[in-house]
């Protein structure tokens, strides 16, 4: 049998891998010459990416005044460089998409974001799918995941709320995400072909027009009153999808006014630790001429966030 004292030890030791599941790994050293040329990786990739080349020479100067100036002296670690030179590049671009990472950290270089949130990983972030009093259907999103099973999950979910009277659909919790799943959900409620963005390249060349998709079984879907609930924390992918279905004239915005993060971003290598999300395309609302980058998206009808919910409830149910 195990002594007691043993087992106080074991049950220490679980303890401890619970609250501490890995040991935190010491920081690696950065020197003055590895520093300058991450510095000239990160210049030379904004200046041949980043969507607006006036901004990718503006903050380029800004990052060598700073290397200069001997500002940077203190960053002596991957991990520092990341995080300084990150928020260097967010604060003089005043574009929340631009920003540094680690390979080690994010396994690997890519534009996604690692996830760690059960939210935003359970059954592809769709949390809800019910029917609430007065048949109102209500669907939660908390992330759109580029994934073709996010899409036959999405599609599942709206088929289900078909035959409401009324749609609401939460991204109050919401991240950003995939385009691609932005484009297949609106899908739902507009005629196919429907155009809802233009994509402009960093010369302002439309690369691509992003046009609604057929899509099975949505019949219903197309004439139900929608209203899509939103905070002050919702960007990028979420934002896209608010923004092209209330310029339509498809959905009320019910809620708080967005972020305002609209750019494509992509991912470019700057060495074998560092990489940088840069976004690479903007689009264009072909109602508005514009998009919602640095502004947001405006509601409708604006409300605390916490208060949405209980607004579409009582406009869906004709109250006021």
Do not use: C
Request: glycine share 8%.
């Amino acid at each position: 049998m195990i002594s007691l004292l043993k087992r106080q030890r074991l049950a220490l030791a679980l303890l401890i891998t619970i609250i501490f599941p890995s040991v935190v790994q010491a920081a690696t050293t950065l020197t003055a010459a590895e520093r300058q040329a991450s510095l000239n990786g990160v210049i030379r990739i904004l200046n041949e990416q980043y969507v607006f080349p006036e901004t990718a020479l503006k903050v380029s100067e800004v990052l060598l005044q700073q290397e200069q100036s001997g500002a940077l002296a203190d960053v002596t670690t991957h991990e520092l460089f990341a995080e300084k030179v990150g928020a260097l590049l967010r604060q003089h671009s005043g574009d929340g998409h631009l920003n540094l990472a680690l390979i080690a950290e994010q396994g690997g270089v890519s534009h996604r974001l690692k996830e760690t949130d059960p939210l935003r990983i359970n059954n592809f972030a769709f949390e809800q799918a019910r029917i609430l009093p007065g048949n109102v259907g209500y669907l939660k999103l908390h992330k759109f995941w580029q994934a073709a099973e996010a899409h036959k999950v999405g599609h599942a979910a709206l088929v289900f709320l078909s035959h409401s009277d009324h749609i609401v659909i939460d991204l109050r919790d919401s991240g950003g995400g995939s385009p691609q799943l932005v484009q297949y959900l609106i899908s739902h409620f507009v005629p196919e072909g429907t155009l809802l963005w233009d994509l402009l390249d960093r010369n302002g060349k439309s690369t691509e027009q992003i046009r609604s998709l057929a899509v099975p079984d949505s019949e219903l879907l197309k004439t139900k009153p929608l209203y899509i609930l939103q905070s002050e924390d919702l960007v990028s992918a979420g934002e896209f999808f608010s923004y092209t279905l209330q310029q339509l004239g498809r959905a009320v915005v019910i809620g708080e006014t967005s972020a305002g993060l609209a750019h494509y971003t992509g991912a470019a290598q700057v060495n074998d630790w560092l990489f940088v999300r840069i976004p690479m395309f903007r689009p264009i609302n072909p109602v508005t001429g514009i998009n919602f980058e640095g502004v947001g998206v405006e509601p409708n009808i604006k409300v605390p966030a916490e208060m949405a919910l209980y607004r579409a409830l009582r406009i869906a149910n004709k109250g006021s």
